[in-house]
């Protein structure tokens, strides 16, 4: 099965908060990320949590980390249309990145 | 500074051709990276340089697949021959170092096999 796994779409609407969610499977892994993937586009980091925190405010982005459930999250705080795109999780593995099947969000107006 | 370049950005090939992607990473960047990103899937890792030397191409399928980075800077994936389930988003990404979050992607090429 996956190593990272994410829930396929989510759908909210504009001005409210967005949670996607994902869980990933080495309890060794150092960083865990969240990319951003818009159409036609390369993927962007958005932000990133070292694992020995519980949690990351980065602006309108919030990351908390259960280390104990393997369970990672992002908020997006007064979602905007312009959030619209796929949401990748990923963990470090040694020397590389194992990423998530992704999370598609729309954000209706 | 310039984005991470890569060239073409679409191809179009049919099944037992060749192809070839290319690469230009961030100025200055060590690390090189190529994924494949097939349609409803994260990337995966297919292989990955520091300078000019393999750090790591475990997922690369060597019987069809090669990659070089001659001089440690721009880079060329290549396929020969393709299958259709070749058919996936090639995307590069580079890195200062091996500090992984800060790996920077290019625009991807969209490869489709018939």
Redesign the interface.
């Known amino acids: 099965g996956e190593d990272?796994e994410q829930s396929l779409f989510l759908s909210v609407r504009e001005g409210d908060s967005s949670v996607i969610n994902c869980t990933y499977t080495d309890s060794s892994s150092t960083?865990l990320?969240w990319y951003k993937q818009e159409p036609?586009?390369?993927?962007?980091?958005l932000t990133?949590i070292f694992s020995n925190m519980d949690m990351k405010q980065d602006q309108r982005l919030t990351v908390l980390l259960n280390k104990k459930d393997k369970h990672l999250s992002l908020r997006i705080a007064d979602t905007q249309t312009g959030d619209s795109a796929i949401y990748?999780c990923?963990e470090?593995k040694?020397?590389?990145?194992v990423?998530?099947?992704?999370t598609i969000l729309r954000v209706k107006s | 500074e310039a984005g991470v370049a890569q060239s073409p950005r679409y191809k179009i090939i049919e099944k037992r051709q060749s192809v070839a992607f290319w690469c230009n990473p961030i100025s200055g960047h060590a690390t090189l990276y190529w994924y494949q990103q097939i349609l409803g899937q994260g990337p995966k890792l297919l292989i990955q340089f520091q300078n000019n030397g393999v750090v790591d191409d475990s997922q690369l399928p060597k019987d069809r697949f090669s990659a070089e980075r001659l001089k440690g800077v721009d880079s060329t994936l290549k396929i020969q021959p393709a299958k259709l389930e070749d058919s996936a988003v090639y995307l590069c990404a580079s890195s200062l170092d091996l500090r992984h979050y800060e790996q920077y992607f290019g625009p991807g090429t969209r490869l489709l096999v018939l």
């Open positions: 990272v960083y990320y036609g586009a390369g993927l962007q980091l990133y990748f990923a470090s040694g020397n590389k990145l990423f998530g099947a992704g």
